[in-house]
């Protein structure tokens, strides 16, 4: 049975999620949820996440000194990962800065990273996907008609990340990724996991036409092999006196860096995506999450979000020439594109999960029984600090 339209009475989430619910007050299930996972992240006092915050700085020091980099920081252009560099440069850390091109970049993107590597001098190594094999992938996702495109490159870009870290011996990942701006967001709308290679692996093989070979993997068995490799993944923004607003601010004034006009918009597909494809194939509005976050943060008001939801995702007229281009690189007939537009949605659950299977189990178990019982107490290894 359809639920009645309804929007909450604290942050503007509606019922185009199947997964909201509501209290007698009209606030909805995602609001406390946010506000359960702020209280012990974000929500702590500033003094204790301060703390936290220079406790890690000091701790990715220490297991890079001998490097020539601390740590990876892999930036898009966008604000999360541009805040990110600005803070590894402001605390000393030796950065590797990793690009992820995997052909759509905007001018826009472009221009503000060239921005950041000119302000922080920290090198730079672009990860270069091969295109005709990155777009089979794009294509199989979309003509499966599953809801969350962008998983080739969510995928991709941390395989990358964790390849080159293992390469270069780097122990530190930074991640924009923070609860400030991203608590907020339906599991309805999107893949919950993100590095499950088996789901893209299958999904590919029923809609693909290419071989996945030389692709960087990040299915269960690499990162239980990077967990072993003790490369870790660092949150730092969580624990900064991040105001969205200041950020911007910050980053126009000291770096010459600007902003675009929606999350994640410095790629021309996720701009299409998440403003086309989304709303018109799915019936989801991603503003909606969120500008949410935004509210439940304390730095916009709901009245300022209902404004800002009148307008288009973004404008009419730019839609229609991103279609176009897309059309082109996608080398797909605008009837075809119509057509996957009007399938409806199917899950991603149809496609199968990674399993622990016996064998790596077993893998498991044997690395480390040989690095304690064996390669520790003989001395053929040496313990690690952290």
Known sequence: MEKKYQRCNQCVMDTTSKLICFNEKGECNFCAKHKEITSKTTGLPFAER??????????????????????????????????????????????????????WNSNHAISNINKIVHYTGFDLHTHVIDWELFKDLQNAYFRASVVDIEVPTDQLIFAALYKIAKQYNIKAILSGENMFTETIMPLDWAFEFKLDYTNLKN?????????LNNFPKIGLRQRMQYDRERIKLYCLINNTDFNYFKVIDTLQKEIGWTNYEGKHFESVFTRFYQGYILPKKFGYD????????????????????LK??????????????????????????????????????????EFGYDKMSWWLKFENWLYFFYRYKIAYPLGLLKRPTD
């Open 286 to 305: 991603k503003r909606l999450p969120h500008l949410s976050n935004l509210i439940n943060s304390g730095f916009i008001t709901r009245e300022q979000a």
């Open 50 to 103: 301060q703390k936290m915050f220079l406790a890690d700085i000091e701790k990715i020091k220490r297991i890079g000194k001998a490097n020539k980099y601390d740590c990876i920081v892999g930036i898009s252009g966008g604000m999360d990962s541009t805040y990110l560099a600005y803070l590894a440069k402001q605390n000393g850390l030796r950065v590797l800065l990793v690009h992820f091109d995997n052909g």
């Open 203 to 211: 999904i590919h093989s029923k809609y693909g036409e290419r071989k």
């Open 308 to 349: 800002e939801l009148e307008k288009p995702p973004y404008p009419v007229k730019d839609q229609m020439e991103d279609l176009e281009y897309i059309l082109k690189k996608w080398e797909m007939t605008r009837e075809e594109f119509e057509t996957i537009m009007k399938k409806p949605k199917v899950s991603h659950d």
